[in-house]
């Protein structure tokens, strides 16, 4: 069942098309990874979908369905009753998710005061509860403040911010590229669990082609503002029709790991 619906989608940057009518379909609770090289309209996709494009400077055209209802035009004031709570977002820069002198807590309450009509001992439990399942130490960190925690766990804090109302829908653009690469595989175990946990879908952007072969259900792949490919993970991967898509697979590279190495791959070193 589709949860989120693009369709001849266009955004105008002083009437040039940076993306050019773009149609995806991302169902509920599925992985759905948009992939392509830099500045191929990824981002700017995102932000569409989540109303957060600076109307001033791009201007959106089309049709992006949300749970059935068109949503491309909302108001900044509609958009805000959706976002954080239906629709979420984890972005790459984390340190702008959080104000730097307010402690993760009372920005994780605000949060949940913005949308839910409960106690302050019902948010804690809701903040607490999401913070655990980022696999942080919810007290320490709830009265923390932001600039007390690491890169990784600050980028974790962000996410438990993302999904401790159970949007249906999260988008993480590019969540881990700042991160170093043992930290990013983490947090992106996190929001694998998290997926099944409360069975949100995700739209994954990335440059990166292999965390997308490990998690997607889906693929797009963009290039110039288009999706050139769209299919399945298996597809996408293992029998991709355009030729961007083969060059973008050709371009990863592998890393073989030769645990007890046979006199035949000695001779070959
Ligand atoms: N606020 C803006 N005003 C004008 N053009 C913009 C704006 N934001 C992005 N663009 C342009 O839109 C195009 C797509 O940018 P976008 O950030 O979506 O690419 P991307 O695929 O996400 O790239 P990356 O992977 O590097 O983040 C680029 O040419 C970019 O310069």
Redesign the pocket.
């Known amino acids: 069942m589709s949860l989120l619906t693009v369709h001849q989608l266009y ?1 105008y ?2 009437n040039k098309p ?2 050019k009518n773009i149609d995806f379909t991302v169902r509920h609770g599925e992985w759905f990874s ?1 992939i ?12 569409a979908i989540g109303g957060l ?2 109307k001033e ?2 201007i959106a055209a089309g049709h992006i369905l949300f749970d059935y209802k068109d949503i491309t035009h909302l108001s900044n004031k509609e958009f805000q009753k959706i976002r954080g709570k239906e629709i979420s977002y984890v972005f ?1 820069d984390y340190q702008s998710s959080f104000t730097p002198f307010i402690k993760i807590g009372k920005q994780l309450d605000e949060m949940i005061q913005a949308h839910c009509s409960l106690t302050k001992k019902e948010r804690r439990e809701i903040a607490f509860q999401a913070l655990e399942d980022v696999q942080l130490p919810a007290k320490r960190v709830y009265d923390s403040y932001p600039f007390q925690l690491s890169g990784g766990q600050l980028q974790r804090a962000s996410i438990a911010m993302a999904i401790m109302l159970k949007p249906k829908l999260l988008i993480a ?2 969540p881990t590229t700042a991160l170093d690469s043992i930290t990013a595989a983490h947090v992106l175990e996190v929001i694998a669990n998290i997926k099944e946990k409360i069975n949100c879908a995700i739209l994954f ?3 990166d082609l292999r965390m997308a072969r490990k998690y997607s259900n889906t693929i797009a792949v ?1 290039k110039q ?1 288009k999706i050139v490919e769209v299919g399945t993970k298996e597809s996408v991967i293992y029998h991709p029709s355009h030729p961007y898509t083969k060059r973008l697979l050709s371009a990863v590279p592998t890393i073989k790991r030769i645990t007890s190495p046979t006199k035949r791959d000695l001779i070959l070193q």
């Open positions: 955004i940057f002083r940076i993306v948009l392509g090289e830099s500045g191929s309209g990824k981002s700017i996709t995102a932000s494009l600076p400077m791009l790459q653009d590019e952007i990335t440059h963009m503002g």
